[in-house]
């Protein structure tokens, strides 16, 4: 490669810029005694303020603690700010390796490049590349330099290359927001766009690179001097990575090299074998960039086959430990062994077995795996299993084998932040139970929801999904390395969870063979009860695991991956002040206490690792209390409130047939969770008896027309749901009472099996409402419900009550349905009601009015729209002030053709979700109020609702795609459109507010969606508040039209009665549906005839 002289001649002052958090520590010891001239400068006013948002934009008192815990004063803060604070005096030791990246820069201006700018077919690029390129070539220069002929005669040019190109992606992940922001500035959009017209409608054809290459040339012609001094940060991180790759990659060869026969007795593996090729960049940098290797080793002949190792930088003792347990596991006849792994354990590091993914090849093998699994996932239950989703466990055939023993020996932390409370949180049994249960052990299926559009995904080993197709859209970059190059989705090619039996296009069909598994998984636990002395005994297989270390990420890795991706943002790498920020917000967990909790070094030991861009990342032993922290920083004495090992001990101690039982009632749970469908056209439901007991019943209706129940049987009913409610209860204690069942998911759409939330929804404040309603003997019940909100809402403080308004949604599957159902309580319970009104009073004032103008939610269900009803009916000038707050974010947030568009990129129609819902909403505020604001923009919503009218079905569509079929649901279609008419009714707007023309649609819309719902019969059973029967019977009831409604009711009910008691909720008789709006609490509450059935479905919206 010709390189140039180079034209590094330029010093750069400020790309000195040292770490934030050790000059506060500086500071801190000097006592403020640094650089004062810049102290009272508006630059610093303004980074001070920077700061103190992000660690008290909510709760200003913990900027005080945040000083205070480090020794800092406010004089000291300002100084820590300043940019001359971070100027040494004499350059930093990483400055002369900055230096020789900028000469590596500047030495190939004229050469050519050495990949295409586009990739070839399956051969992709690396953003930015060319400038990497050089510096991967001399850092890999000096890696093999720095190392014997013994460490690399057996290296092959391909796992040199292997390591190269895994710097160059680093080194490209850390520097491709800062470079495209600055190519991005300096290429206009006619640009840009001029590129993709250049190539017409080519499939084929390459952008051209032409901006592109003056881009590059440029910057490589002053060595990044540019760049680098308006992102001073930018070169810190990139000598960082540099150096830590060099120090990892030389100790990972300097260890294969000395044990090569080592490796030669485990895998066969000759000791002069090749090794072919390596594979990075497969788990987190971890200890200063440490990674897992894939190492592929080849024979000296020709007909050699390939192996392959995976070298893992960390302590194997437990693995090994591990897989000796699993060895000892007894057999019954016909049970297959569990799959043993080879390993070696080294001192701090070792050698594994690779498990190569191989799908199931038939349902035979599909059924043995299931099986397999089902005991896999009972031994990791005992063994205090967590976080083991879908890439740390391998499906081979007909086996399911962990691949990381880490997620073992879970220990039971002390809350030390709940420690240091004024008011520590207490937690019901049943609370502690399931945070041990098998749920928590991340096989099973579960449903988390990411970003603002609450996309869900299942990440756990059991429940996630095979790609449907071969490729998929991924982030990436469109066009890359050209004129035409920005961010968005690319094509890539789909990869299979390597925990899933399948390959590409197949479904997961986990719940298929869930009885096998429930079987096996039985079957296992009984063994554990038969053979526990084995396991429990001095000597036993338990004790085989004392003293061994365990790794542990003390939170959610997905927290670190934010942080670090906002780390390379171009605003963090502006400054080290900038760059501290970012880092402040892991401050945040431990801030919330009142006083400095013991633990407060773990955040400093964090700070240490992330200021390296590597994912946090702690030690201790299993059998032990105390957790050690990294950089010789010492340990945090009794964190664990009780060791892994022991509670492995507790756990097979009191192991019995009633916890099996519950462990098999939460799997169960979750899987039949997992696949539920929420459209009442699609309801998964095994169980055809229910629909031909409807169909039977719906003629004998017709033809009388008259019959319905008597008051006696709907209130025997009504009493008979509350005794099953109160007989399914599964903890009842401290005046707290909980049940397993369905909640809603973030989504709105997918619901989770687990301990009820708190919603009226789908939680436990909703039944409070039906046993309340239910009279005076089932008040203490009611009370029971809403025991821990109200403890929070009466004797939480300031920041407790602030997280209850962020942890939740603002709508009636949150913290809007928890005001209302309050309200409501308060009228039913006339000896608690000033309690209650006190309870509410002091959520709602807790409530700040940026958290309304945040919300893009929208909507009833889970927006501000939602909570408009609870502020209203709550009637004090607080509440109907934010209420207004909440109306003005809707106006203000409705697009142009009257809906509202929410983060999934939809807009809706229909009363929950929809447009006809937040109309409601802003019809009850001209009601309440009288301003004309909140009605002006309704007609538009009703044209745009006119639009989506779907004449074959007299029905409206779901929402603005027009594709989406009619449903007749409360949440969309015409029972959700007939309740908003009636809310714009009932709150008096009329043609004088919203026009002739709009009006006189408000009534036709009304009778025509009372008649379609009337007229509707489900072919499929649904019966609960939501989506099924009694939503609709409400619906009608509150219009006038009891004897349709009562038919109705009737259908249900005599369903039901033939089915012995089984009302349709959508699932099968396995699953718990306690709950007001989705299960038997809202059926009850119908049957009771009750008023407050209104405000329940109406959201507290009608007038």
């Not at 190939?108 to 990497?132: G, I, Y």
């Not at 859209?473 to 690319?490: E, F, H, P, V, Y």
């Not at 429990?536 to 004790?543: F, K, S, T």
């Not at 309200?823 to 807790?846: C, F, H, V």
Request: hydrophobic share 40%; net charge neutral; proline share 4%.
């Amino acid at each position: 490669m010709h390189r140039a002289k180079s034209k590094f001649n330029k010093p750069l002052s400020h790309v000195y810029a040292t770490n934030f958090h050790q000059t506060l520590d500086t500071l801190a010891h000097a006592h403020g005694k640094a650089n004062q001239q810049d102290a009272t400068s508006t630059k610093i006013d303004d980074a001070l303020a920077a700061w103190q948002r992000v660690i008290a934009a909510h709760e200003p008192e913990q900027w005080t603690r945040r000083l205070n815990w480090d020794g800092l004063e406010q004089r000291t803060a300002r100084l820590a700010v300043s940019d001359e604070q971070h100027i040494p005096a004499q350059p930093p030791s990483w400055m002369a390796t900055l230096d020789r990246i900028r000469a590596e820069l500047g030495s190939v201006v004229d050469s050519a490049r050495e990949f295409p700018v586009l990739p070839q077919r399956n051969k992709p690029t690396v953003a930015f590349q060319e400038f990497w390129i050089p510096v991967t070539a001399w850092a890999l220069t000096q890696l093999k330099s720095s190392l014997d002929l013994s460490v690399t005669r057996h290296i092959s040019p391909d796992a040199w290359d292997s390591m190269r190109r895994a710097l160059l992606q680093r080194l490209s992940n850390i520097s491709e927001s800062v470079l495209f922001a600055i190519f991005n500035r300096e290429r206009n959009f006619d640009a840009m766009m001029n590129a993709y017209l250049s190539i017409g409608d080519s499939a084929s054809a390459s952008l051209p690179t032409t901006i592109y290459d003056l881009f590059v040339k440029r910057n490589q012609e002053d060595s990044l001097q540019a760049v680098f001094s308006e992102f001073p940060v930018l070169g810190r991180h990139l000598v960082t990575t540099i150096e830590l790759w060099h120090a990892t990659m030389a100790e990972f060869l300097s260890r294969l090299a000395r044990d090569r026969e080592l490796l030669s007795r485990t895998y066969k593996v000759d000791s002069t074998a090749l090794v072919a090729n390596l594979t990075l960049g497969l788990s987190d940098p971890h200890r200063g960039g440490r990674v897992v290797v894939i190492v592929h080793f080849v024979g000296n002949t020709k007909d050699a086959p390939l192996t392959k190792v995976v070298y893992k930088p960390k302590d194997m003792c437990l693995d090994d430990a591990y897989q000796r347990a699993i060895r000892a596991l007894p057999l019954e006849t016909g049970q297959a062994p569990l799959r043993i792994l080879k390993l070696v354990a080294c001192q701090g590091y070792g050698y594994m077995e690779f498990v190569e993914h191989r799908p199931a090849k038939d349902d035979i093998e599909l059924e043995r795996f299931y099986i397999n699994a089902g005991r896999l996932t009972a031994v990791l239950y005992i063994l205090g299993c967590t976080d083991c989703h879908y890439e740390n466990l391998i499906a081979d055939g007909d086996q399911l084998v962990l691949i990381d023993t880490e997620t073992l020996f879970e220990a039971k932390l002390r809350n030390l932040v709940n420690d240091a409370a004024a008011q520590p949180q207490s937690r019901s049994e049943m609370q502690v139970r399931l945070s041990s249960s098998v749920t928590r052990s991340g096989l099973l299926p579960c449903w988390e929801f990411i970003g603002e559009a609450k996309q869900a995904i299942d990440v756990s080993a059991l429940g996630a999904e095979s790609p449907i197709e071969a490729t998929q859209k991924k982030s990436g970059w469109i066009g890359i390395n050209s004129d035409g190059m920005m961010a968005g989705l690319i094509e890539q090619p789909s990869e299979v969870p390597g925990s899933l039996p399948y390959s590409v296009g197949k479904r997961n069909r986990f719940n298929e063979f869930l009885e096998p598994f429930c079987n096996e998984f039985h079957r296992t636990l009984l063994q554990f009860i038969q053979h526990r002395t084995a396991w429990i005994e001095p000597d036993g297989i338990l004790d085989s695991f004392c003293g061994l270390p365990r790794r542990l990420v003390v939170r959610p890795t997905q927290t670190y991956y934010q942080i670090k991706m906002q780390l390379t943002e171009p605003d963090a790498l502006r400054s080290a002040s900038a760059q501290g920020f970012v880092l402040e917000k892991l401050a945040l967990a431990f801030l919330t206490a009142p006083k400095k909790p013991k633990h407060w070094n773990i955040f400093k030991a964090e700070l240490r690792d992330m200021e390296m861009l590597d994912v946090p990342i702690f030690e201790h032993f299993v059998d032990s209390t105390d957790l050690s922290l990294p950089h010789g920083m010492g340990k945090v004495q009794g964190l664990i409130e009780i060791s892994g090992l022991e509670s492995c001990r507790t756990r097979l101690r009191k192991l019995n047939l009633d916890d099996i039982d519950l462990q098999l009632r939460l799997i169960r749970g979750v899987s039949n969770a997992r696949w539920i469908q929420l459209d009442a056209t699609s309801v998964v439901n095994t169980d055809d008896r229910l629909a031909t007991a409807n169909q039977s019943v719906g003629e004998s209706t017709t033809k009388h027309p008259q019959q319905s129940l008597t008051e006696k049987a709907r209130l025997q009913e009504a009493a008979r749901i509350a005794a099953n409610l109160q007989r399914d209860a599964i903890s009842v204690e401290h005046g707290r009472i909980d049940w397993l069942g369905l909640s809603l998911g973030d989504d709105s759409v997918r619901m989770s099996y687990g301990l009820l939330d708190p919603s009226m929804y789908s939680g436990t404040s909703g039944i409070a409402v039906f046993f309340a309603a239910l009279g005076p003997v089932h008040l203490p019940l009611a009370r029971a419900c809403v025991s821990e909100t109200l403890e929070l809402a009466l004797n939480g403080h300031a920041g407790l009550l602030w997280r209850w308004w962020r942890d939740q949604p603002l709508g009636i599957n949150g913290c809007g349905g928890t005001l209302l159902a309050l309200e409501i309580l308060s009228k039913l319970d006339a000896a608690q009601a000033d309690r209650y009104s006190t309870a509410a009073d002091r959520l709602i004032g807790a409530l700040q009015a940026d958290r309304l103008t945040v919300d893009k939610e929208f909507d009833i269900m889970a927006g501000c729209s939602g909570l408009i009803g609870a502020l209203l009916r709550r009637g004090t000038l607080q509440s109907i002030a934010l209420a207004k707050k909440a109306g003005d974010h809707l106006i203000a947030s409705q697009n142009e053709r009257g809906g509202w568009t929410l983060p999934n990129k939809q807009c809706y129609l229909g009363f929950a979700h929809g447009s006809a819902g937040i109309c409601a909403a802003l019809s009850a505020l001209y009601g309440v109020t009288g301003e004309m604001r909140f009605v002006q923009k309704i007609a538009l919503s009703l044209s745009l609702e006119q639009t989506y009218f779907h004449k074959q079905s007299n029905n409206w569509l779901t929402y603005i795609d027009g594709k989406s079929p009619p449903r007749t649901t409360w949440c969309h279609g015409a029972p959700g459109i007939a309740l908003s008419r009636l809310c714009l009714l009932s709150n008096n707007v009329t043609a004088a507010q919203i026009g002739t023309r709009a009006y006189a649609q408000v009534q036709s819309d009304l009778d025509l969606s009372l008649n379609t719902t009337a007229n509707f019969r489900s072919a499929t059973p649904l019966d609960h508040l939501c989506c099924g029967t009694f939503g609709r019977s409400g619906i009608l009831r509150l219009a006038g039209r009891t004897t349709e409604a009562s038919q109705i009711d009737l259908i249900a009910y005599t369903a039901a009665t033939q089915q012995g008691g089984l009302y349709g909720f959508g699932h099968t008789a396995l699953v718990e549906t306690p709950s007001l709006f989705r299960g038997s609490a809202g059926v009850g509450l119908s049957l009771l005839r009750s008023p407050c059935v209104s405000t329940v479905l109406s959201a507290g919206l009608l007038g």
